[in-house]
């Protein structure tokens, strides 16, 4: 098993910068891949952006490129992922996510998952 655990998130202005943090706990070793996804209400959960663990090869939703940056910490197990130039549409719950094996944008496909934590976005 593999524990995941969230932090950051919270309320910002649009065109502002928040970061999130994730750590991951357990049997890490059996980890391929670390992601974060994102629900807002009344929508399914979506892709937002994945790293591999061996390699560390970035895959990011179209609609987030070029804004989000999905990196490694610089504490073992840990996944960071920066976000800039927010929008109001940017405003969710983001999801943490770990992956045993296979990396795909499908979120029924990833393994572990963390509790979320709110963004919200103002215009």
């Known amino acids: 098993q593999v524990q995941v655990v969230e932090s950051g998130g919270g309320l910002v202005q649009a065109g502002g910068s928040l970061r999130l943090s994730c750590a991951a706990s357990?049997?890490?070793?059996?980890?391929?891949?670390m992601g974060w996804f994102r629900q807002a209400p009344g929508t399914e959960r979506e892709f937002v952006a994945a790293?591999?663990?061996?390699?560390?090869?970035?895959y990011y939703a179209d609609s987030v490129k070029g804004r989000f940056t999905i990196s490694r910490g610089n504490a073992k197990n840990t996944v960071s992922l920066q976000m800039n130039s927010l929008k109001p549409e940017d405003t969710a719950v983001y999801y943490c996510?770990?992956?045993?094996?296979?990396?795909?944008?499908?979120?029924?496909?990833?393994?572990?998952w963390g509790q979320g934590t709110q963004v919200t976005v103002s215009s």
């Open positions: 357990g049997r890490t070793f059996s980890m391929y891949a």
């Open positions: 790293i591999k663990w061996s390699g560390g090869s970035t």
């Open positions: 996510a770990a992956d045993r094996g296979g990396l795909t944008v499908l979120a029924g496909s990833w393994d572990y």
